[in-house]
T-cell receptor, first 113, second 111 residues
């Protein structure tokens, strides 16, 4: 199984809502990542988890809260988002945490109204 | 100066053409070089991965790295409409824990 599964595929939320994005991988990878991608731009790193511990937070606003319940799961909790947070949110995993050979999920297309 | 500069495109070619996609990088500390393919509304998919100068071939795809010139290329032979996608180069410096994507080149292969 070389898949990274993300749910939901699409999400529309208001600025006062709380929602969560979910990501799952069963490749035994020890590093998991959240990226944000705006249209016609490359993915931007948000968070890195290595061995279930948060190792990198790229100065992401606190309205985004990551969680790694176990080595296969990664969540991104969203609260009080702004319209400019609308983007494709990608989860990725890799064997090590040095970001070669990233396996990406299909992403969650998020719209904040 | 950006750490990775990618030829912006977009690029449109007829089916069967040879496609050349190119990136340059600024820091010789980058050790690993990747090409990802991203279809519309999907996540990037790792196409090619290399860490040394020279060529690496996989089917119709060839990745070329020239560390002395800090230049990486992806060649696609006998291009197919299914190759229509955005191609992202990426470079990694494991010592610094740093990874950078190019801005992407959108390729359209016309039947």
């Amino acid at each position: 199984d070389t898949e990274v599964t993300q749910t939901p595929k699409h999400l529309v939320m208001g600025m006062t809502n709380k929602k969560s994005l979910k990501c799952e991988q069963h490749m035994g990878h020890r590093a998991m990542y959240w990226y944000k991608q705006k249209a016609k731009k490359p993915p931007e790193l948000m968070f890195v988890y290595s061995y279930e511990k948060l190792s990198i937070n790229e100065s992401v606003p606190s309205r985004f809260s990551p969680e790694c319940p176990n080595s296969s799961l990664l969540n991104l909790h969203l609260h009080a988002l702004q319209p400019e947070d609308s983007a494709l949110y990608l989860c990725a995993s890799s064997q090590g945490s040095t970001r070669e050979k990233l396996f990406f999920g299909s992403g969650t297309q998020l719209s904040v109204l | 100066q950006k750490e990775v500069e990618q030829d912006p495109g977009p690029l449109s070619v007829p089916e069967g053409a040879i496609v050349s996609l190119n990136c340059t990088y600024s820091n010789s500390a980058f050790q690993y070089f990747m090409w990802y393919r991203q279809y519309s509304r999907k996540g990037p998919e790792l196409l090619m991965y290399t860490y040394s100068s020279g060529n690496k071939e996989d089917g119709r795809f060839t990745a070329q790295v020239d560390k002395s010139s800090k230049y990486i290329s992806l060649f696609i032979r006998d291009s197919q409409p299914s190759d229509s996608a955005t191609y992202l180069c990426a470079v990694v410096n494991t010592n610094a824990g740093k990874s950078t994507f190019g801005d992407g080149t959108t390729l359209t292969v016309k039947p």
